[in-house]
């Protein structure tokens, strides 16, 4: 079974500084998709970023962008120029690539991380 | 953008009664919808998979009796939490695979169900 694990419960960073918040994962399979999730405190979740993992270029966007190191099972989340507004949970999560009868897998997600912005 | 809501945001019913949430993709068909359930500072945790037409498939631990799933449309997946009790209390939320995306699941804004 895959797992997804968030080793940082809350992280602080001050206002337009640079915080990179953690995630680690296990998988046998080699086809597979990695995504952080936002969830301010409305409860929306909010897709941030996403990786496919069958391509090796870290995806970026705008002020947000990814380390991911496969080898390692790593998916570390990287939030440039830090807003007030990025303050929320965090979630990293894997998703398997594979398809069940034509539908989609589920989403296993980390603890997440619980992140402060001070102004 | 793929919006899916949720009805009603939150509810309050007695301990016994049975409550049913509404789930449903506006814009778009959705192929497979999930149910996750999310305590306080907790992560979520995957309830259910629901596939239009077809029986839903619940995670283990989940009580497929107590909390009934129905996916009738492509676009509208019902969840009834049967004879609730203080500790179903929780929020509850919805995502909705778009048909023919490979990619993220779209979220509904969740449920709080409080059970007194």
């Known amino acids: 079974a895959q797992t997804v694990t968030q080793s940082q419960p809350e992280m602080s960073v001050q206002e337009a500084e640079t915080v990179t918040l953690s995630c680690t994962y296990d998988?046998?399979?080699?086809?597979?998709?990695l995504f952080w999730y936002k969830q301010p405190p409305s409860r929306q979740m909010i897709l941030v970023i996403r990786?496919?993992?069958?391509?090796?270029q870290n995806a970026t966007e705008n002020r947000f962008s990814v380390n991911f190191q496969k080898a390692a099972k790593s998916f570390s989340l990287k939030i440039s120029d830090s807003q007030l507004g990025d303050a929320a949970m965090y979630f990293c999560a894997y998703r398997s690539a594979l398809t069940h009868g034509g539908s989609q897998g589920n989403l296993i997600f980390g603890k997440g991380t619980k992140l402060s912005v001070k102004p | 953008g793929a919006v899916v809501s949720q009805h009603p945001s939150w509810v309050i019913c007695k301990s016994g009664t049975s409550v049913k949430i509404e789930c449903r993709s506006l814009?778009?068909?959705?192929?497979?919808m999930f149910w996750y359930r999310q305590f306080p500072k907790q992560s979520l945790m995957l309830m259910a998979t629901s596939n239009e037409g077809s029986k839903a498939t619940y995670e283990q631990g989940v009580e497929k009796d107590k909390f009934l799933i129905n996916h009738a449309s492509l676009t509208l997946s019902t969840l009834t939490v049967t004879s609730a009790h203080p500790e179903d209390s929780s929020f509850y939320i919805c995502s909705a695979h778009k048909a023919g995306s490979p990619y993220e699941q779209y979220f509904g804004p969740g449920t709080r169900l409080t059970v007194t």
């Open positions: 998988t046998s399979e080699s086809d597979y998709y």
């Open positions: 814009d778009f068909q959705a192929t497979t």
């Open positions: 990786q496919e993992a069958y391509k090796q």
